[in-house]
Nanobody
Framework: QVQLVESGGRLVQPGGSLRLSCTASGFNNNFRLYTVGWFRRVSGGEREFVASHDYRDRRTKYADSVTGRFTISRDNLKSMAYLQLDHLKPEDTAVYYC????????????????WGQGTQVTVSS
């Protein structure tokens, strides 16, 4: 069955960097046909969009709060997706989720049927 597993979350100081990884399986070698999204949820808060990488036009999209600091990428041959987090701030503390959608340019998290369990990122001195 389809599975997404995030890794790489940890405690990091403000201004630091992290790279989150998302390992995909069960896509029958068709991971390249799925748009990948990263979302996050602050404790007690709503899930919010962070970044996406469209499978069709390879367009990347970012939330305003992370533009210029985070970078999404993917390696379809390895069925992997990544989120590079630079210049981290305490307000980036959240559980980060990887998601996959068969749609091009999904507009909300409802368009993503596949989700990982999340990885905790904590930004604190």
């Amino acid at each position: 069955q389809v599975q997404l597993v995030e890794s790489g979350g940890r405690l990091v100081q403000p201004g630091g960097s992290l790279r989150l990884s998302c390992t995909a399986s069960g896509f029958n070698n068709n991971f390249r046909l799925y748009t990948v999204g990263w979302f996050r949820r602050v404790s007690g808060g709503e899930r919010e969009f962070v970044a996406s990488h469209d499978y069709r036009d390879r367009r990347t999209k970012y939330a305003d709060s992370v533009t210029g600091r985070f970078t999404i990428s993917r390696d379809n041959l390895k069925s992997m997706a990544y989120l590079q987090l630079d210049h981290l701030k305490p307000e980036d503390t959240a559980v980060y989720y990887c998601a996959a959608s068969g749609r091009s340019r999904p507009t909300s998290f409802y368009d993503y049927p596949y989700w990982g369990q999340g990885t905790q990122v904590t930004v604190s001195s």
